[in-house]
């Protein structure tokens, strides 16, 4: 019963690296969303797509890029680590209901 | 910009008690919807209950039930008979604008913990 999967549940990189974070949705959702989560910030969105190659910013996008090649899969790309990047990094899908799916997270950490 | 507001960092209940989780949110829109999510340790989040600001009765959902309050621009989350299994980050959500883009701007987040 699989539905939002997200590559890593947990990630430690370091300063200045390239980071790839990939998320799959099972359920042919037209929506794609990565979302980061900060203690005391709620989540806040980065970017979201919602439609193969079609990509809009989110509130706080600086220091991430995204790539939507196909339908299900759509990926985070830190493209220089920071630490301030440390968090927990969400996906979601919806379609044009009100479901939506989040993925396990990806805990990231970045020394 | 739109603004969601959970103002209980965190919240102690007794098992088996009922608790109240506070949201308020910002909005020029005539319509729109609110949603609660659950965020277990585990770090999925599990989607609870909607509100559509249009629905004339507050949404129930077995435990769960929305106490709508439009004028206040308040949709508090009621959890009766708290369980230990309870015990998670709740998050209060709704879409920035109408139309339904599936995009969602979330509050803080209040920290629940049942005590047996």
């Known amino acids: 019963d699989v539905k939002v999967t997200q590559s890593s549940r947990y990630l430690v990189k370091r300063t200045g690296e390239k980071v790839f974070l990939e998320c799959v949705q099972d359920?042919?959702?037209?929506?794609m969303f990565w979302y980061r989560q900060d203690p005391g910030l709620g989540l806040r969105l980065i970017y979201f797509?919602?439609?193969?190659?079609?990509?809009e910013k989110g509130d706080i996008p600086e220091g991430y890029s995204v790539s939507r090649e196909k339908k299900e899969r759509f990926s985070l790309i830190l493209e220089s680590a920071s630490t301030n990047q440390t968090s927990m990094y969400l996906c979601?899908?919806?379609?044009?209901?009100?479901?939506?799916?989040f993925g396990p997270g990806t805990r990231l950490t970045v020394t | 910009a739109q603004k969601i507001t959970q103002t209980q960092p965190g919240m102690f209940v007794q098992e088996k008690e009922a608790v109240t989780l506070d949201c308020t949110y910002d909005?020029?829109?005539?319509?729109?919807?609110l949603f609660w999510y659950k965020q277990p340790s585990s770090g999925e989040m599990i989607f609870l209950i909607y509100?559509?600001?249009?629905?004339?009765q507050n949404a129930t959902e077995g435990r769960y039930s929305l106490n709508f309050q439009k004028a206040r621009k308040s949709a508090n989350l009621v959890i009766s008979a708290s369980q230990l299994g309870d015990s998670a980050m709740y998050f209060c959500?709704?879409?920035?604008?109408?139309?339904?883009?599936?995009?969602?701007?979330f509050g803080q987040g209040t920290t629940l913990q049942v005590k047996p």
């Open positions: 979601a899908s919806s379609s044009r209901t009100i479901d939506r799916y």
């Open positions: 359920m042919d959702h037209e929506n």
């Open positions: 797509s919602y439609d193969v190659k079609m990509k």
């Open positions: 909005t020029s829109d005539p319509s729109y919807g």
């Open positions: 509100q559509g600001s249009y629905d004339q």
């Open positions: 959500a709704k879409p920035p604008y109408s139309g339904n883009t599936g995009k969602l701007i």
